[in-house]
């Protein structure tokens, strides 16, 4: 198939998936698009078993993996998510809040993958420098399942910040470390570009994170320069979606991190470039267009994750790692959220119930897979990717659909800063 049939059938799925949904299950939007789409793909396996002579089942297959859903997610749509999801997040918003943010975004990654890594390893007999790069993979939370949710769950403004900010942070901080990890442990199977010496991962780490960083607030800054001369807001519209897509680009093409450049451009856009760059109506239209593709693309995303369980090998021990990595990857992300915060408390008072919600607001989704997807091939591949895709259709569906009234219930009081 060319990209715009397999464009076009992505799209037109979407859409029928998503009105099933609206009509029937009423589950949120992406969400639900999501369920749509994996009882179908387990209907379409179930109608193959029941007459194997048809071959439905591996004609999907084949149309799924020409989709190369881990290039389709790292290299084209993430930027643009990333991008919309941080023009909507205010920098003065987020400068309260930067001390857990950025304790979340380090010692909370570097907690979780270690955490994840040693329990994984213990689980299955996996190497340890491998099960590390599963714990890499399953740490990032995944802001577009995260921002989809915070949209439904009402939060205070001083924790719906924590999560958004962290979550955007999180997962471009993540996607640095598994570079670094897939470096050191698949120094020849994989496009890393440092060694496979921690002095080279070290290297690799600060180019990655702090170039994507600069690269993101100059390219930002010019973008808002020339946006102040220019008064049409279709062509400030065109402008925005220029860095978003050219940014990306540039950040891969220099070796620096491409979702933490995509982060700080749509900082800087969002709040400075809206306040002293734009017209009331130019804020508009860029605010609902941004909106718009973030939502599409969300509705396809999700659709694909859905349609990912037939590149996945599902096999007994693979099945029983991956449920008890679900519980594993919990106990991780509670360390993750809760260490910061303890390090912080005596300094400043937190809002009620922050520990429960952000460890059971931080999902997972397409950006594991995908992660998962690119790694080399080799013995504990399908391992590692069943056992993802267990922890991100448990924690998009189960987490996701709970965590609103989780934080109804446990975090009702005053906003606190």
């Not at 048809?54 to 084209?76: H, K, P, Q």
């Not at 993979?137 to 802001?143: E, L, N, S």
């Not at 009402?154 to 993540?174: M, P, R, W, Y």
């Amino acid at each position: 198939m060319t990209f715009l049939q397999i464009a076009s059938l992505l799209i037109v799925l979407a859409g029928v998936f998503g009105a099933i949904n609206y009509l029937f299950l009423k589950l949120p939007s992406a969400i639900g698009i999501l369920v749509v789409s994996l009882l179908a793909s387990l209907g379409v396996m179930g109608v193959d078993l029941i007459a194997p002579g048809l071959g439905i089942a591996d004609n999907v297959r084949s149309v799924v993996t020409a989709i190369d859903f881990s290039d389709a997610l790292l290299e084209g749509m993430l930027g643009l998510l990333l991008f919309a999801g941080a023009l909507h997040v205010k920098i003065s918003d987020l400068r309260a809040q930067w001390r857990l943010v950025f304790l979340m975004a380090t010692m909370g990654v570097a907690l979780s993958t270690v955490i994840v890594g040693v329990g994984f390893s213990w689980i299955t007999g996996m190497p340890l420098l491998i099960a590390l790069v599963f714990g890499a993979v399953v740490t990032p939370t995944d802001p577009v399942a995260v921002l989809g949710v915070l949209r439904e769950a009402n939060l205070q403004k001083s924790l719906e910040t924590k999560i958004a900010g962290e979550s955007l942070f999180n997962d471009g901080v993540g996607y640095v470390v598994f570079l670094v990890l897939v470096g050191i442990a698949f120094p020849h199977g994989h496009d890393a570009h440092g060694g496979g010496g921690l002095a080279d991962a070290a290297k690799l780490f600060v180019q990655e994170a702090v170039g994507g960083a600069l690269l993101g607030v100059v390219l930002g800054w010019l973008t808002f320069r020339v946006m102040r001369r220019i008064d049409d807001y279709s062509l400030e519209v065109l402008l925005t979606l220029g860095l978003a897509f050219g940014g990306y680009e540039l950040a891969v093409a220099l070796h620096v991190s491409a979702p933490i450049m995509a982060v700080c451009a749509g900082l800087l856009i969002g709040d400075v470039g809206t306040k002293h760059g734009m017209t009331v109506i130019t804020r508009e239209y860029v605010d609902a267009f941004w909106k718009l593709i973030d939502e599409i693309l969300n509705a396809v995303l999700f659709l694909m994750i859905g349609f990912e369980v037939f590149a996945v090998a599902f096999t007994g021990d693979a099945v029983m790692a991956g449920i008890m990595a679900i519980a594993l990857a919990l106990v991780a992300r509670l360390a993750a959220v809760a260490v910061p915060v303890l390090v912080l408390k005596p300094f400043r008072t937190f809002s009620k119930g922050v520990i429960p919600i952000m460890t059971w607001g931080g999902l997972k989704g397409g950006i594991s897979v995908a992660l998962a997807l690119s790694l080399p091939e080799g013995e504990w591949k399908p391992l590692i990717l069943t056992a993802t895709y267990i922890i991100v259709i448990f924690s998009i569906i189960v987490q996701g659909l709970t965590v609103a009234p989780l934080a109804n219930k446990v975090g009702r009081e005053p906003d606190l800063v």
